[in-house]
């Protein structure tokens, strides 16, 4: 038999929690980029698979769009660069 839990109701409202989110996957037009707990300038680049920069975007917003209607199909790695250094990396499939 399995034993029940209740998570603590002294459990943080907020978390510190820092991620890297980047939806619709697959993509065929607005890629959508989502830095949970990062603050600062951020430098975005889009790489393909032959490990060419085929776009870049700097932001220091939470969340940002990057339009990649005019790539051709296939994979890309979603490189991002934070304000204090971090390297975070995600794939994604364009249709």
Do not use: C, H, W
Request: charged share 20%; proline share 3%.
């Amino acid at each position: 038999m399995g034993t029940a839990t209740k998570e603590s109701d002294n459990a943080p409202l907020f978390s510190s929690k820092k991620s890297l989110t980047v939806y619709p996957n697959p993509v065929s037009d607005k890629l959508n980029i989502n830095l949970t707990g990062y603050d600062g300038v951020s430098s975005i680049s889009l790489v393909d698979v032959n490990g060419r920069q085929v776009a870049a975007n700097r932001t220091a917003q939470v969340n940002s769009t990057m339009d990649i209607s005019r790539l051709a199909k296939g994979i890309y790695l979603v490189k991002v660069v934070t304000a204090g250094g971090e390297v975070l990396n995600a794939k994604v499939v364009k249709q």
